[in-house]
């Protein structure tokens, strides 16, 4: 498995340069997000709703692939979306704060209560950690539920970012924000950060052993994946106008979760791949409604027993094939 | 792709073309007009049955104007067809259901979605794409000025409680109260209405901190503190149907002599399979549809409903109203509100047409007035029932005010 | 008080049926059965179907439960999860399958069985007075059925010949294996009979409250906290999580009325985790 991730993470040429690597990753998926799905959807504000749920939610499970990469298996990331809903939501309503400030003020308070939070639980691992980070999604809803001021209702009325009127600016801007987040995962992955996470997903021990402060890059992880949670909980906040304690569940933690491991955990794309895919799936699979959920389920299952590794290993697979066919 | 699951459901409507496809808004078929009504709202998951009654009942409407040959506006006859959307209570689902429907579909009328949540995601959608919809969720804003898209299809809990614990007081003496609230936002938000409620009543009020998380599988914790004080009426706010008989029977099990109450719908089919001989003595707010009042054309939709879904729903008694007016204020605005909501909106204030589904001659209008500053309710008769012997029998019927 | 002591019993009892369950396939698989919850529903909802539905007796109801149910796990066991074991890179990604299986099993029930909430008529009625406190019959009937079944497992795991294959299963794979132990079939069996236990488990509930299709996920979360408290993948540990939950949700909704008991719950329990990151039995990790 770490072969596999090495092979992408090192796969460019070498002494290729800084620059021409990040835009050898960067333009197909840049090319995806601004070129291909705007021209084909432009007229659809449904479509393009869809996507920009698409855009937002990958971004989110960008940063529970990189809780991954140290090897957690991260629920949490519902509890971090409401706590950046919320901060996004009050700023707003209460102070009047503009969207574009709102949304780094989530990032930086779901960064803190995710570094707070994160130092003690990050000892915990495997199941152990799942599912304490599970029962972390169920405390931050019921603890805006109790919060007192709130009257265990929602924040209504927020209103919509300036200058992201038509719903193809809010799909550019999600667009934006999901290569930025890609282009941070993928320069954490593939740097020297990238190796020690590896390394300590391996064996923290040995990690430890040969001098890394593994709990500090734990809790760096799992704080940067709490930002990208609050950024997309502020994102929605304003794109639906409302949050609620409701807003995000604990299946919105395990979607967040799935996403990444129907993309493929070996892979960046990983997350971005799943998640669009599965929220097209659900989408396109409205045509046989009361049926739509149940197929949802058979098709997770199907991918799973054919692929278990995540659809993007799909593609080395075949370049494998073909590699050799070819020789 | 929605037409095509559509008539899936609507079986024997005949096999039409299945090939309309993402980009194509709608089909034009030879002869007769379509009208295309949309339906929003939770139809998977542990809420499902609030969006399927609603689904249902558009359905069974529709059947029942289609096999008449359409619903007639402005001198046309119109096929009606349904379009459902299952948003599964996610806003995110939500926004891009109702997107579609009011975008790519074109349709300007809906029907839904069903919780605070999801009714206020829709606002922005709704105004911007000039649609009007009929959610089933209690938010004062939604029906407040400026916003005017939406039309409460039901009566709200806060303009129930009032007119149900006066009749109590006075009816049955009940003198002391207590509550037991869901834990969750439209649980405690109704407590809290109830609460100032019985205070104005004068009612002395034993308990209202009693909470349950809507997970909850043994009431018997939860029950146990507040039958202890054996107030003469337990307010089940915001039960769901699921719940209310689970707690009735826990109560009466520990010992519990006096009345409940729930401002929400109940369903008496589950009161009997859960409850069994501990169902009596629930008031609630009934769905709009006992036997005693209901007309003839209440009893033809109830026997459509059942054929569409299988059984009946009580709760389809109040649901049965939003298509029927909807298409009775359609024809009133005249054929030009059918892809334009600024006619139908006009002809709100004035429109009034009999009840349909009461056997007594009465007014259907649209209400809200007094809660909402404009009309942007549906005026579905109050019918406070009370369960007696296995089935709902009248308490009391009242209105909400214009 | 003693209200409080016979509420906290009940729960507990009909927790560990369900706490046994997950921590028996956990054990053996290493599979956090996500889809635990939906078996406990689909017990519900079989005894349901066929008490109500079909008119038959509640005993041959409980038994079609924990047949149908633990066929499904079994199937489960054999068709989905060996496969993904075997040619997956991670051991996590199972999880993604028991998500689907849930999803699965969850949309199957609310087609067959609709989305209303179901529950049967009571099988016996009349209330029992211990001291202070109130005990319907229906509840004591459930609490001793509960307890049988568990003394029944207890039994089972701890001195048949599959039950003490299927522990040392779950202590050390590779020296079972070497041992010479069936390991295919006594996986699938283990993973039979944890679903059959959620599956008697929902047939008993629904006795005195009712299931409804969309349970599932609400119960798999107890189950987790159950197994977090006692101890993932030990016996004892998940009776003991079982008793603490059940007696944690009698205490606080007696004591600490308001909406807060499930918070502190939640609070308290990953408080204890840092403490005891391995539960109160289980072993500390390696």
């Given at each position: 498995m770490a072969a596999s991730l090495d092979a992408i993470a090192g796969r460019a040429p070498e002494r290729m340069g800084g620059v021409s690597r990040v835009l050898l990753t960067l333009l197909p998926l840049a090319a995806v997000l601004y070129g291909l799905i705007p021209v084909l959807f432009a007229g659809q504000p449904y479509w393009l709703n869809v996507m920009t749920n698409g855009a937002v939610l990958s971004f989110a499970s960008l940063?529970?692939?990189?809780?991954?990469?140290?090897?957690?298996?991260?629920?949490?990331?519902?509890?971090?979306?409401?706590?950046?809903?919320?901060?996004?939501?009050?700023?707003?309503?209460?102070?009047?704060?503009?969207?574009?400030?709102?949304?780094?003020?989530?990032?930086?308070?779901?960064?803190?209560?995710?570094?707070?939070?994160?130092?003690?639980?990050?000892?915990?691992?495997?199941?152990?950690?799942?599912?304490?980070?599970?029962?972390?999604?169920?405390?931050?809803?019921?603890?805006?539920?109790?919060?007192?001021?709130?009257?265990?209702?929602?924040?209504?009325?927020?209103?919509?970012?300036?200058?992201?009127?038509?719903?193809?600016?809010?799909?550019?801007?999600?667009?934006?924000?999901?290569?930025?987040?890609?282009?941070?995962?993928?320069?954490?992955?593939?740097?020297?950060?990238?190796?020690?996470?590896?390394?300590?997903?391996?064996?923290?021990?040995?990690?430890?052993?040969?001098?890394?402060?593994?709990?500090?890059?734990?809790?760096?992880?799992?704080?940067?994946?709490?930002?990208?949670?609050?950024?997309?909980?502020?994102?929605?906040?304003?794109?639906?106008?409302?949050?609620?304690?409701?807003?995000?569940?604990?299946?919105?933690?395990?979607?967040?979760?799935l996403y990444c491991f129907l993309g493929g955990l070996d892979f960046v794309l990983g997350p971005i791949v799943g998640t669009f895919g599965l929220v097209i799936a659900f989408e396109l699979l409205r045509s046989i409604q009361e049926y739509q959920a149940l197929l949802y389920g058979i098709l997770m299952i199907v991918v799973m027993l054919f692929l278990p590794n995540g659809v993007i290993s799909l593609f080395p697979l075949l370049v494998r094939r073909f590699g050799r066919g070819a020789s | 792709m929605v037409n095509a699951s559509r008539r899936s459901v609507l079986k024997g409507a005949g096999a039409l073309a299945l090939a309309t496809t993402l980009s194509t808004p709608s089909i034009v078929r030879a002869q007769e007009k379509a009208l295309r009504i949309g339906q929003l709202g939770v139809m998977s998951g542990p809420e499902a049955s609030w969006g399927l009654v609603n689904k249902y009942s558009a359905l069974a409407t529709a059947e029942m104007w289609n096999d008449k040959g359409g619903y007639e506006i402005g001198g046309t006859k119109y096929k009606i067809e349904i379009v459902s959307v299952d948003d599964r209570n996610d806003p995110k689902l939500t926004v891009s259901?109702?997107?579609?429907?009011?975008?790519?579909?074109?349709?300007?009328?809906?029907?839904?979605?069903?919780?605070?949540?999801?009714?206020?995601?829709?606002?922005?959608?709704?105004?911007?794409?000039?649609?009007?919809?009929?959610?089933?969720?209690?938010?004062?804003?939604?029906?407040?000025?400026?916003?005017?898209?939406?039309?409460?299809?039901?009566?709200?809990?806060?303009?129930?409680?009032?007119?149900?614990?006066?009749?109590?007081?006075?009816?049955?003496?009940?003198?002391?109260?207590?509550?037991?609230?869901?834990?969750?936002?439209?649980?405690l938000l109704q407590r809290d209405e109830g609460v100032k409620v019985a205070q104005t009543l004068g009612l002395e009020i034993v308990s209202s901190s009693d909470t349950y998380e809507p997970t909850i599988t043994d009431f018997f914790p939860v029950m146990s503190n507040?039958?202890?004080?054996?107030?003469?009426?337990?307010?089940?706010?915001?039960?769901?149907?699921?719940?209310?008989?689970?707690?009735?029977?826990?109560?009466?099990?520990?010992?519990?002599?006096?009345?409940?109450?729930?401002?929400?719908?109940?369903?008496?089919?589950?009161?009997?399979?859960?409850?069994?001989?501990?169902?009596?003595?629930?008031?609630?707010?009934?769905?709009?549809?006992?036997?005693?009042?209901?007309?003839?054309?209440?009893?033809?939709?109830?026997?459509?409903?059942?054929?569409?879904?299988?059984?009946?729903?009580?709760?389809?008694?109040?649901?049965?109203?939003?298509?029927?007016?909807?298409?009775?204020?359609?024809?009133?605005?005249?054929?030009?509100?059918i892809d334009d909501i600024a006619p139908f909106k006009a002809a709100i204030d004035g429109f009034s047409m009999k009840n349909p589904f009461l056997k007594e001659e009465s007014q259907l209008t649209y209400v809200g007035t007094g809660d909402f500053g404009q009309k942007r309710q549906i005026g579905v008769p109050m019918v406070i029932t009370e369960t007696k012997g296995g089935a709902f029998t009248t308490f009391a019927i009242s209105s909400v005010a214009s | 008080m003693e209200q409080i002591l016979v509420n906290g019993t009940i729960l507990a009892a009909n927790y560990a049926l369900i706490a046994l369950g997950i921590t028996l396939i956990f054990s053996i698989m290493n599979v956090l059965n996500f889809a635990h919850g939906q078996m406990f529903m689909l017990g519900g909802l079989i005894v349901y179907y066929v008490c109500v539905v079909l008119h038959l007796p509640y005993a041959?109801?409980?038994?079609?439960?924990?047949?149908?149910?633990?066929?499904?796990?079994?199937?489960?066991?054999?068709?989905?999860?060996?496969?993904?074991?075997?040619?997956?890179?991670?051991?996590?990604?199972?999880?993604?399958?028991?998500?689907?299986?849930?999803?699965?099993?969850?949309?199957?029930a609310l087609s067959l069985f609709g989305e209303k909430q179901r529950a049967i008529p009571p099988i016996v009625s009349g209330v029992y007075r211990i001291g202070n406190a109130f005990l319907p019959a229906s509840r004591a009937l459930v609490l001793v059925l509960s307890l049988v079944l568990i003394a029944a497992v207890l039994v089972f795991v701890n001195y048949t010949?599959?039950?003490?294959?299927?522990?040392?299963?779950?202590?050390?794979?590779?020296?079972?294996?070497?041992?010479?132990?069936d390991a295919k079939r006594i996986s699938t069996l283990g993973f039979g009979l944890g679903a059959a236990l959620a599956g008697v488990a929902g047939g008993l509930l629904i006795s005195i409250s009712g299931v409804n299709a969309g349970i599932g996920t609400a119960i798999s979360t107890k189950a987790f906290i159950m197994i977090m408290i006692g101890g993932a993948g030990v016996i004892s540990g998940s009776l003991l999580g079982a008793v603490v939950l059940g007696f944690a949700e009698a205490i606080g909704y007696a004591l600490i009325p308001g909406s807060v008991t499930y918070l502190l719950i939640f609070v308290a329990l990953i408080v204890f985790l840092l403490f005891r990151p391995q539960g109160i039995m289980g072993k500390p990790a390696a």
């Open positions: 940063g529970v692939w990189l809780t991954f990469a140290i090897g957690r298996v991260n629920i949490a990331q519902g509890a971090f979306a409401l706590l950046g809903g919320y901060v996004t939501a009050l700023l707003s309503t209460l102070y009047g704060v503009s969207f574009w400030l709102c949304l780094p003020a989530s990032a930086l308070v779901a960064a803190l209560v995710g570094a707070a939070i994160g130092w003690p639980l990050l000892r915990l691992r495997g199941i152990y950690f799942a599912m304490v980070t599970l029962s972390l999604t169920e405390a931050m809803r019921l603890a805006f539920l109790n919060a007192p001021g709130l009257g265990g209702g929602g924040i209504l009325n927020i209103p919509r970012p300036a200058g992201l009127d038509t719903p193809l600016a809010f799909y550019l801007f999600a667009a934006t924000l999901l290569l930025a987040g890609y282009l941070l995962v993928w320069r954490l992955a593939t740097s020297r950060i990238g190796w020690v996470f590896r390394s300590m997903r391996q064996n923290e021990e040995l990690a430890l052993s040969i001098g890394i402060d593994v709990a500090r890059y734990r809790v760096v992880a799992f704080a940067i994946c709490s930002a990208m949670g609050g950024v997309a909980g502020g994102c929605f906040a304003s794109l639906q106008q409302n949050i609620y304690p409701a807003s995000y569940t604990v299946s919105d933690s395990i979607n967040f979760m | 259901g109702a997107e579609r429907l009011t975008g790519s579909e074109n349709i300007r009328y809906f029907i839904g979605p069903n919780t605070d949540t999801t009714a206020t995601s829709v606002r922005p959608i709704a105004e911007k794409n000039n649609a009007i919809y009929f959610p089933y969720a209690f938010a004062r804003s939604l029906y407040t000025k400026p916003a005017e898209n939406a039309i409460l299809g039901m009566i709200a809990s806060y303009q129930v409680a009032p007119i149900m614990y006066q009749q109590l007081k006075e009816q049955r003496g009940v003198k002391t109260i207590g509550f037991v609230a869901r834990n969750d936002s439209d649980g507040l039958v202890s004080l054996a107030p003469d009426l337990i307010v089940l706010s915001s039960a769901a149907p699921a719940h209310a008989p689970q707690m009735m029977r826990v109560a009466r099990e520990l010992g519990f002599q006096g009345l409940f109450a729930c401002e929400a719908a109940q369903d008496i089919k589950i009161i009997n399979e859960v409850a069994g001989e501990y169902g009596d003595g629930l008031i609630s707010i009934g769905g709009a549809s006992t036997p005693e009042i209901r007309s003839p054309y209440m009893e033809e939709f109830i026997a459509r409903y059942t054929k569409v879904a299988g059984e009946w729903n009580d709760e389809a008694g109040t649901k049965a109203y939003a298509l029927e007016i909807l298409l009775a204020t359609l024809a009133a605005a005249g054929p030009e509100a | 041959l109801a409980l038994i079609a439960a924990v047949v149908i149910v633990g066929l499904i796990g079994m199937l489960f066991e054999d068709v989905f999860f060996q496969r993904v074991m075997r040619i997956s890179n991670r051991e996590e990604n199972t999880m993604l399958l028991a998500v689907g299986t849930s999803l699965l099993l969850e949309n199957a010949k599959t039950g003490r294959a299927m522990r040392a299963l779950a202590q050390d794979r590779t020296a079972t294996l070497l041992m010479g132990v």
